[in-house]
Nanobody, 112 residues
Framework: VQLQASGGGLVQPGGSLRLSCLAS????????MAWYRQAPGEQREFVAL???????NYAESVKGRFTISRDNAKNMVYLRMDSLKPEDTALYYC???????WGQGTLVTVSS
């Protein structure tokens, strides 16, 4: 396993969702990990970053609503998404930023 994202689904506006990304052993604790998303007809865009030292960075559009975190023991990276908006609808991808490795996307649809 390199990177496997999961947790997408259909959620109403204002709702919450947590995405998970299972990584290969030691990848999460050693590397910078990121989430990106790609909406239909749009380019892939940066969402959130978490470095090995714990530094985080977020796109302005999700700041205050999304939280990136990790569990080193489980080799997992998470993206907690709150106060979801229809414009958050996209395929979400996790990335090993250090090695430029990508997982498959997981679809998030925000709609009433």
């Amino acid at each position: 396993v390199q990177l496997q994202a999961s947790g997408g689904g259909l959620v109403q506006p204002g709702g919450s969702l947590r995405l998970s990304c299972l990584a290969s052993a030691s990848m999460v604790s050693r590397n910078a990990m990121a989430w990106y998303r790609q909406a239909p007809g749009e380019q892939r865009e940066f969402v959130a970053l978490l470095t090995a030292s714990g530094y985080t960075n977020y796109a302005e559009s999700v700041k205050g609503r999304f939280t990136i975190s990790r569990d080193n023991a489980k080799n997992m990276v998470y993206l907690r998404m709150d106060s979801l908006k229809p414009e958050d609808t996209a395929l979400y991808y996790c990335q090993d930023r250090t090695n430029n490795l990508w997982g498959q996307g997981t679809l998030v649809t925000v709609s009433s």
